[in-house]
Nanobody
């Protein structure tokens, strides 16, 4: 049973940085795709970034991030990261780690990911 456990959230002022971590437990094979999503109350969960874990390690980002976030994996540590720089108040949300073994994935779709963490809160003050 694959389990994802996020950490690294917190409160930061605008312009600051945070690094989220997601440790993967219970896997036999490393997931094909892993991603980060975020959600604010009253809104749908949205894709932030994703990585194809095999081959070329291709990464995907939401256009709205303007290059401020970086997704990375460390297989030796069974961990996925999200480095978040130049944070803005609009980045405030619950951030979720997600994983899938599917080969055909639309990285921004919640429904294409079958495994989810419990979330870690990020709050950015102005």
């Amino acid at each position: 049973q694959v389990q994802l456990v996020e950490s690294g959230g917190g409160s930061v002022q605008a312009g600051g940085s945070l690094r989220l971590s997601c440790v993967v437990y219970g896997y036999t094979y490393w997931p094909n795709y892993m991603g980060w999503f975020r959600q604010v109350p009253g809104k749908e969960r949205e894709g932030v970034a994703a990585i194809y874990t095999g081959g070329d390690g291709r990464t995907y980002y939401a256009d709205s991030l303007e290059g401020r976030f970086t997704i990375a994996q460390d297989n030796a540590k069974s961990t996925l990261y999200l480095q978040m720089n130049s944070l803005k108040p609009e980045d405030t949300a619950m951030y979720y780690c997600a994983a899938t073994y599917r080969a055909d994935v639309r990285w921004y779709l919640v429904g294409d990911f079958g495994y989810w963490g419990q979330g870690t809160q990020v709050t950015v003050s102005s």
